[in-house]
């Protein structure tokens, strides 16, 4: 059974930076697409960044530059790099996997079929 836990969400003020981190484990595909969601009550879920199996990645236009993703493969963890922190960025953040792999990962979340439980994140202006 695949499991992915969120940790690293916090309070900061805008500016800031947080490091979010993601335990996977339980997978047995060797195809996968990883990555970070976030959503805002009453809003969709967005995609913020996917990686696949060959370490392709896939970000979304409004965090190029400030969020970057990367991954401890020995360790099974996948973290969130985010910098200069804004209000609007305030969400409950998502890891996520499926297993569908190189080359259709996809920033769509209907595509994920593994989640996390969130991690929040506020900043404050």
């Known amino acids: 059974q695949v499991q992915l836990v969120e940790s690293g969400g916090d309070s900061v003020q805008s500016g800031g930076s947080l490091r979010l981190a993601c335990a996977v484990s339980g997978y047995t595909s060797t195809k996968s697409c990883t990555g970070w969601f976030r959503q805002v009550p009453g809003k969709a879920r967005e995609g913020v960044v996917v990686r696949d199996e060959l370490g392709g990645m896939l970000y979304a236009d409004p965090f190029k530059g400030r969020f970057r993703l990367s991954q401890d493969s020995a360790k099974n963890m996948l973290y969130l790099q985010m910098d200069n922190l804004k209000p609007e960025d305030t969400a409950i953040y998502f890891c996520?996997?499926?297993?569908?792999?190189?080359?259709?990962?996809?920033?769509?979340?209907?595509?994920?079929?593994?989640w996390g439980q969130g991690t929040q994140v506020t900043v404050s202006s």
């Open positions: 996520a996997r499926n297993d569908i792999g190189w080359p259709r990962c996809e920033l769509n979340s209907g595509t994920y079929k593994y």
